[in-house]
């Protein structure tokens, strides 16, 4: 299984409201792409200082989910009308979930 996590820094017209907004059309998106097995997004909680505004992480099992996910025109749409007016900063990296983490994208699991 491999998590794709992706943090993003926003100009000041990406507000709160646009920030939770995109949120939930990111999910939406994620709940129609089969490659995705398990799927996170949100603005930053704040809990300690510094940071990026908003992430993502996505939950596949390897390169050709994460590319199903990535070039899907669903999520190249998304980010162009909803993440690219307000982007300052994009990162991202793709790394391998230990395989005790299965309960995490277990069938039937939240």
Request: hydrophobic share 50%; no cysteine.
């Amino acid at each position: 299984m491999i998590a794709h996590v992706a943090v993003f820094t926003f100009d000041s017209e990406m507000t709160e409201e646009r920030a939770g907004a995109l949120a939930e059309e990111l999910r939406a998106m994620a709940a129609s792409l089969p490659s995705i097995k398990r799927y996170a997004a949100g603005p930053n909680l704040r809990m300690r200082p510094g940071g990026a505004d908003f992430a993502v992480i996505a939950l596949v099992e390897d390169q050709a989910g994460i590319d199903a996910y990535l070039d899907s025109p669903d999520h190249v749409d998304l980010v162009a009308k909803s993440i690219a007016p307000f982007l300052v900063q994009r990162q991202a990296v793709q790394l391998e979930v230990p395989e005790d983490w299965a309960p995490l994208w277990a069938e039937g699991q939240p």
